[in-house]
């Protein structure tokens, strides 16, 4: 480690709360991009949690009060006719990624509105942390379309348009018009949707997909990743994929994109219809277990898990129901993942999979020290959001005791 480093590092450590190292980090950004990018790319298990999640959220929340200087290009309603325009003026004549959200889901948060481009900013450092792309050739963008948050229309501070969110027509045309004029700009750009809500999500992806290199990080990215966190922990627990049955807390688009590519997995690896996979995933949404009888006020894309089952209305009654071998938590319902639902998993499986994934750390369906405590140190375990490492006493009881590092399932791999 560099001197340097070591300095800027024990700084970022002395300072008494996480936004603060972020707000060191954006401002140590400004001041000097190469030292910043030094330490992030020397250092990312140490930076990453401040820069992205789980700091990231409470930046996005406080954003428009915040000593920030915009990293990222807002799009706002007023730019109809000119998103071209807009673009073009982007000091950057290269660009190879964008990230791009409209503020409406920001990660379990909600509407955030224009603070959203907080999200844009730090998922766009990932590309460079990760993939090694140049900075310079990494966009983040905010489509500021309003915003139906109370308080952040009542805040005299707030930085975005003080409106309530375009719906409709009227956003679909400024869509249409942002990926017309990407092609005209930068025709061979990847777009990557991040946290927009479901009422929306899914449809761009359906729209774009296959007319421009895009994807959704929430539907896809998340999905790739807990597929391959679910593929290493049966390595533990044994079996293979098709001999599972999953639990989801949430039915939204990062649930039923995970349970998507769980079928598509079952199918290309072992044969199985695709609707017959997806009998292998069952949802537990705000109204209890997504079922048939529930068809007539389902959302689109509830409809192929809603299985001919009995409607069970807690989560405590459908683990000791259905009887799954893992429960996955994209519910943002901070602690909805208890003793007695835990304690559960634990006595019918001798390694339950446990993926608690709602971020911000705030939101988690559980923490990693109760997981392992609730299943005496048993648990297969993912989170959304980093968690520390325990001490834990050996199984045998002889020896020191070990340190257990819990994994992460974060989109942030993709």
């Given at each position: ?226 597929l391959a966190g679910l ?118 499986n001798s390694r339950p ?62």
């Amino acid at each position: 480690m560099s001197s340097s480093s070591k300095a800027l590092l024990t700084q970022i450590r002395s300072l008494s709360t996480d936004l603060e190292r972020y707000l060191f980090l954006r401002s140590l950004q400004d001041r000097n991009e190469a030292t910043f990018y030094d330490l992030l790319l020397s250092h990312p298990q140490d930076i990453m949690p401040f820069v992205y999640t789980p700091t990231v959220g409470e930046a996005c929340q406080k954003y428009s009060h915040l000593p920030l200087r915009t990293r990222g290009l807002y799009i706002t309603a007023n730019d109809r006719g000119r998103v071209l325009e807009k673009l073009r003026e982007w000091p950057e004549k290269r660009v190879r990624v964008v990230v791009i959200t409209d503020g409406e889901r920001i990660l379990g948060l909600g509407d955030l509105g224009a603070g959203g481009m907080g999200i844009s900013e730090g998922k766009i450092l990932l590309y460079t942390v990760v993939a090694g792309v140049d900075p310079s050739e990494c966009m983040p963008i905010c489509l500021d379309v309003g915003t139906n948050n109370e308080s952040l229309l009542a805040d005299p501070k707030y930085c975005g348009l003080r409106q309530r969110r375009l719906r409709g027509r009227l956003y679909e045309e400024l869509i249409a018009e942002f990926f017309s004029a990407m092609k005209a700009w930068q025709p061979h750009t990847l777009v990557q949707f991040e946290d927009f809500a479901n009422t929306n999500a899914f449809g761009l992806l359906r729209q774009y997909r296959d007319v421009h290199c895009c994807f959704n990080d929430d539907i896809q990215g998340t999905a790739c990743i807990v597929l391959a966190g679910l593929l290493a922990g049966l390595r533990i627990t044994g079996g293979d994929l098709s001999q599972q049955r999953f639990l989801f807390m949430g039915a939204g688009e990062a649930g039923t994109g995970i349970a998507e590519l769980i079928a598509l997995a079952l199918n290309v690896r072992h044969g199985i219809p695709l609707p017959q996979a997806r009998k292998t995933c069952f949802f537990m949404d705000s109204k209890g277990l997504v079922c048939k009888s529930r068809l007539q006020g389902l959302q689109h894309h509830k409809i192929p898990y809603a299985h001919d089952i009995p409607h069970i209305s807690s989560l405590a009654e459908a683990v000791m129901e259905l009887r799954p071998t893992g429960l996955i938590g994209v519910s943002t319902i901070a602690g909805a993942f208890n003793e007695e639902v835990v304690s559960l998993m634990a006595m019918m499986n001798s390694r339950p999979i446990i993926f608690p994934l709602s971020n911000p750390t705030s939101k988690s369906e559980c923490t990693y020290k109760d997981a392992m405590r609730w299943t005496d140190g048993r648990v297969v375990f993912a989170s959304g959001s980093p968690y520390p490492p325990l001490t834990w006493p050996r199984p045998s009881g002889n020896g020191p005791p070990q340190h257990m590092y819990p994994a992460q399932a974060n989109n942030a791999y993709a």
